[in-house]
């Protein structure tokens, strides 16, 4: 691959790794904001006891004496016809004695009705203090209720923001970890053309020569490596093409042609580690060649 296309592929590689780590930020954002909204409306919703307050029912039960005082009256107006119907028949000395007998019949009417009384008032204060146990009953159920919603609406926001917290950690994980794999992937091409430049300027100049006395297609180039240069043409595309001579005889001996690597695209310029330039011919419309 060619320092050009490996470029190209560096700057995809951190754009798409960017990208991705500033959307995941974003929608993590987003997401934390409603998250935050609805857990507010959760926390603010109030919890009531239902049976707070509740009223017994049977506490005013009033004991009704209107079926007391009709039975009473009944039974009065039966004595008093029994007297009417008798009184002509019995003569005064058995009207007397019907009379006692009639009196002693009252007096335990007036005790059935006391009884039955009272049994009604024994009944609703029985039932007043069930109905109080029931309210009483209820009103604690209400607040375990209360006390158990109430806990575990703190143990859904718990919960949820330990699930937030997971999420998020996941998923800048991935985004960060996609980003490093991309520098690495990138480290990994510098290194390759690193490495494959410190095969070729060992012989930079004086390397292989191919046919018809060509040098291989990336050779030094920088100016500070160069004497006695002359500019003797341009290329088509408008390259400025020199003669010189290298300073040092380790990068060749003689006269070449060819550029100076700060004149040219720079994309097809590579740094070696020693901080010279090399070209790669290859990318442009210059041939270099050893001409005497």
């Known amino acids: 691959m060619g320092k050009k296309a490996q470029r190209r592929q560096e700057a995809t590689i951190t754009q798409a790794t960017d990208t991705q780590l500033a959307e995941a930020k974003a929608m993590l954002a987003e997401q934390r904001g409603r998250l935050d909204e609805q857990k507010q409306r959760y926390r603010e919703f109030e919890i009531t006891n239902p049976f707070e307050g509740m009223e017994n029912p049977f506490e005013d039960l009033t004991v009704s004496q209107e079926a007391a005082r009709f039975q009473a009256e009944q039974g009065a107006q039966q004595r008093a016809n029994i007297m009417a119907g008798l009184q002509g028949a019995a003569g005064a000395s058995g009207i007397a004695g019907l009379a006692q007998t009639l009196a002693g019949q009252g007096a335990m009417q007036a005790r059935q009705i006391s009884t039955d009384i009272a049994q009604q008032e024994a009944r609703n204060q029985q039932m007043a203090a069930q109905g109080a146990q029931q309210v009483d009953m209820m009103g604690r159920q209400g607040a375990a209720a209360v006390q158990q919603a109430q806990f575990g609406r703190e143990a859904t926001m718990y919960a949820s923001e330990l699930g937030e917290m997971a ?111 090399a070209v790669d011919y290859s990318m442009i419309d210059v041939e270099f060649k050893k001409l005497k």
């Not at 490093?180 to 930079?204: E, P, T, Y």
């Open 167 to 277: 999420g998020t950690r996941s998923a800048l994980g991935m985004a960060q970890g996609n980003q490093m794999a991309g520098l690495s992937s990138i480290s990994q091409m510098q290194s390759a053309r690193m490495g494959m430049w410190g095969d070729i300027i060992g012989g930079v100049a004086g390397a292989a020569m191919g046919p018809a006395g060509m040098l291989t297609t990336m050779t030094g180039s920088d100016r500070a490596l160069k004497k006695n240069i002359n500019l003797v043409s341009k290329s088509p595309s408008g390259l400025p093409i020199y003669t010189f001579e290298y300073t040092d005889t380790r990068f060749g001996e003689g006269v070449y042609q060819g550029v100076m690597s700060d004149e040219i695209p720079q994309e097809a310029v590579v740094k070696h580690p020693d901080g010279y330039d």
